[in-house]
Nanobody, 126 residues
Framework: QVQLVESGGGLVQAGGSLRLSCAAS????????MGWFRQAPGKEREFVAV????????YYADSVKGRFTISRDNAKNLMYLKLNSLKPEDTAVYYC???????????????????WGQGTQVTVSS
């Protein structure tokens, strides 16, 4: 069993920055691919970024590439998502997730992930 808890969301003006954290517990954290997803009101949950177990491989959705950075600290059982140059369309609930199988190269769909956090709200005002 894996427990995930996100934090760091909030209200920010367009162009601003936030750093989201995901604290993991319950299993050996540093052997799994992890990802961030987001869900805006009335929309499907969508892929944002993924990171390999070692942190050496990362992929991003085109909509956030160059603005968001995913990272992890396996010693602390933490994963991060740094959000820069935020836009109103980035407003969503952001979720972290763990995939027990597969690698960062092919974990971009929400049904490939096994555990989810409760989410943290990010609201970007124009």
């Amino acid at each position: 069993q894996v427990q995930l808890v996100e934090s760091g969301g909030g209200l920010v003006q367009a162009g601003g920055s936030l750093r989201l954290s995901c604290a993991a517990s319950g299993r050996t954290f540093n052997t799994y691919t992890m990802g961030w997803f987001r869900q805006a009101p009335g929309k499907e949950r969508e892929f944002v970024a993924v990171i390999s177990w070692s942190g050496s491989v990362t992929y991003y959705a085109d909509s956030v590439k160059g603005r968001f950075t995913i990272s992890r600290d396996n010693a602390k059982n933490l994963m991060y998502l740094k959000l820069n140059s935020l836009k109103p369309e980035d407003t969503a609930v952001y979720y972290c997730a763990v995939a027990l199988t597969g690698s960062a190269w092919d974990r971009r769909a929400k049904n490939q992930y096994d555990y989810w956090g409760q989410g943290t709200q990010v609201t970007v005002s124009s």
